[in-house]
């Protein structure tokens, strides 16, 4: 917190004060996203090799240095980040790739890299004397505050798209949340929300409001970095829906370039659902962003108004990534496939991200010679329904060991 030198405007650039207890623009209203500069030169002194080296909190708070949040509360934390990152050799084999690597965030606490930015909502608020938390999610975002706010005793208020999968909503009823599911599309959510929140004064955990929330999301990138070393791929893959997680995929590289730890950011691949992509739309015909239907399956990137337009734009444009849209189809089978060749279960959502990369070499965006990191977002026991349209139901057979064997035998199964 030390190091927050202040918030400046993605819009009009005018910068503000650490301490002015602000969401977005002043001057230029909601639309005036704000982003958390540091002080780079004196976290130099800090956050280097041999910083990593000695510290043995494997978790995202490892890098509580260069995060906007104080660290009274931490180590009452649940264990958030550090999830794996898996070198791919079945998969890689399948998409012809000279090196992949696979982040599986769907082993955070509440199943999906959600947690990150959850997690410092969570002690932003308990920072502000807050006791209640809200948020509008389309499931990830608003399972995983509930989670976190449950942990620290916090009082969570959800807003959710009546179209939220049942595993999510499971987990929400769980946490004990009180859940507010509204009949209407995720527009309706938000601004439902919107109103909510500030005519009871609770504190916003919605991410493209909020400037902390991606300097949360960004630590996928600073473990990401670390555990290659900090030779990151050349390639970075991740989902996109309201643009904040994207945009805190390239934040954490940023940082870790402006404090000399990497000589390089890597490429991002946006990766939208054909039936809700604003953002390849805007990139493809050249024109800013407008309003999409929101009708796919990958249910935690379906926004059709982005919130967080131009840091997601910037992030793919200013490390010389690309946008790219896979079907519905195209994401139901990359469940299979990442189940079937590496053991990963992943939700429609995170999985977009791989039938992305493999759509990308098709089209030659990136090249079999490039390395890839492909972060998969969320565990698929989150949306169990859409998972059972990936594959086919088992058979139900007699308990007669002669029709065992020749169903093995139609298989192939020795």
């Known amino acids: 917190m030390a190091n927050f030198k202040n918030y400046r405007c993605t819009i009009c650039h005018r910068s503000y004060g650490p301490n002015e207890g602000i969401y977005t623009c002043p001057s230029c209203g909601e639309k005036g996203i ?10 130099k002194k800090i956050v280097t090799r041999g910083y990593f080296k000695n510290n043995h909190d494997y978790s995202m708070w490892r890098y509580a240095p260069v995060m906007s949040i104080m ?16 070198k791919s050799s079945r998969l890689r084999e399948d998409l012809g ?14 199943g999906s890299t959600k947690d990150r930015a959850s997690g410092v909502a969570v002690l932003k608020a308990i920072e502000a004397g807050n006791n209640t938390i809200s948020c509008s999610s389309t499931g990830n975002a608003a399972s995983s505050c509930a989670c976190q706010a449950a942990h620290m005793g916090l009082n969570a208020v959800i807003f959710v798209p009546k ?3 049942i595993g999510k909503l499971t987990q929400l009823s769980i946490y004990g949340a009180t859940v507010i599911c509204v009949d209407g599309d995720y527009k309706a959510t938000y601004n439902l929300s919107r109103e909510a929140i500030a005519a009871h004064h609770w504190y916003n955990r919605n991410a493209a409001i909020n400037p902390h929330l991606v300097e949360g999301k960004k630590t996928v990138s600073l473990e990401i970095a670390e555990q290659l070393d900090f030779h990151p791929t050349d390639w970075v893959a991740v989902s996109v829906g309201d643009g904040c997680t994207v945009a805190g995929v390239y934040k954490g590289f940023y940082d870790l370039l402006q404090l000399g730890l990497i000589t390089k950011i890597p490429r991002i691949l946006g990766v939208q659902s054909e039936g809700c992509n604003p953002f390849y739309t805007a990139f493809i015909e050249n024109q800013p962003i407008k309003e999409t239907d929101e009708n796919t399956i990958a249910d935690s990137i379906a926004v059709g108004i982005p919130r967080n337009p131009i840091k997601a734009t910037n992030a793919v444009k200013l490390s010389k990534g690309a946008w790219i849209a896979v079907s519905d189809d195209h994401i139901l089978k990359s469940m299979a496939k990442l189940g079937r060749t590496e053991g990963i279960f992943g939700e429609p959502a995170g999985v977009a991200a791989l039938a992305g990369i493999e759509k990308a070499i098709e089209k030659g965006i990136i090249k079999r010679t490039e390395t890839v990191t492909f972060i998969m977002t969320g565990n698929g026991l989150k949306d169990p ?15 007669d060991l002669e029709l065992l064997n020749h169903y093995l035998k139609e298989k192939g199964v020795k």
């Open 34 to 43: 704000l982003d958390i500069e540091y002080d780079y030169e004196a976290l």
């Open 71 to 86: 660290t009274d509360h931490i180590d009452r934390m649940l264990k958030i980040g550090w999830t794996p990152l898996i």
């Open 97 to 110: 790739l000279k090196d992949l690597y696979i982040k599986d965030e769907g082993l955070n606490p509440s």
């Open 163 to 165: 179209r939220a999968p």
């Open 385 to 399: 329904a859409n998972a059972q349209k990936a594959i086919s139901p088992p058979i139900l057979l007699k308990p």
